[in-house]
């Protein structure tokens, strides 16, 4: 049988390996790595937020028939290690790992890597950006992006006549209380998240977490939903804003989903598409956001 090896920022069953693997072919195997852990003092509510995110992954897939081999141990290498000893695989895989390192690393075990789906721009894309070219400015990135992708372009052309709308994007927050910004949807902590809290508290900081950060794919998608109908239609105005007391405001606060892989870009950014297409988003804020 293969193995497919999963890191703890490619939760998501429809990335590069995972995305070609079955229950009847592969097993899977995710490696906690205390080592790592240890290496800082992290805040605790990172640290409940990766933890809990792998853990109730391996669940996810437990409940579609894998058979997953979840190592709680010193490093990455002892788990791969200890897994080759347990299970005697035919084979590893992975998907590109996010880091220089990791990869590093499964060149020195001789696993093969594939090619990564997470984000929208994969290195070889990016090389067919820079190809020929003297300077580099995230503009023409952006743009190049935009075109490539289909992201509010007609005809190659932006739609509404302009690339870039921060300037319309960047006022400060009203003082009047004139606006008001929706409460983010929270999760209710079970056991699970309990005992992480408990087993990881004394080498962590920070107030300890209460339910605001999804851990699993399914309540990402409720703080998707949340965002694109409650928060985007007035998103870009208020984009850049800060706050003593509110520390929300208009952010999305999609971004520790989008690095773990319990959401992707490419659906993210399609939402805000969606929902501008329909009517339901002003120009500046989809574009904004996007």
Known sequence: MTTVLVFGDQLNMELGALAQASPSTHRILMVESTRKIAARRWHIQRLHLIVASMRRFAEQLRGVGYDVDYRICDSFQMGIAEHRAAHAPKH????????????????????????????LCHPTDFAEFAAGRKSFKMEDFYRWQRVRLGYLVEDGKPVGGTWN??????EPPPRDGSVTWPTPPTSTL???DRGIIAS????????????????????????LAHFIDKVLPRFAPHEDA???????????LLSPYLNLGLLTPREVCDAAHEAFLAGRVPLNSAEGFI
């Open 92 to 119: 590893i895989i992975a998907t590109e790992p996010n880091s220089w390192s990791a990869r590093q690393l499964l060149d020195r075990h001789g696993i093969e890597q594939i090619r990564s789906n997470q984000f």
């Open 200 to 223: 990881y508290r004394d080498a962590s900081w920070g107030d300890e977490p209460t339910g605001t950060w999804a851990t699993t794919r399914r309540d990402a998608l409720t703080r």
């Open 190 to 192: 079970d056991e699970l």
């Open 242 to 252: 800060m706050l003593a007391d509110n520390w929300h405001l208009a952010h999305s």
């Open 165 to 170: 709308l921060d300037k319309e994007n960047r």
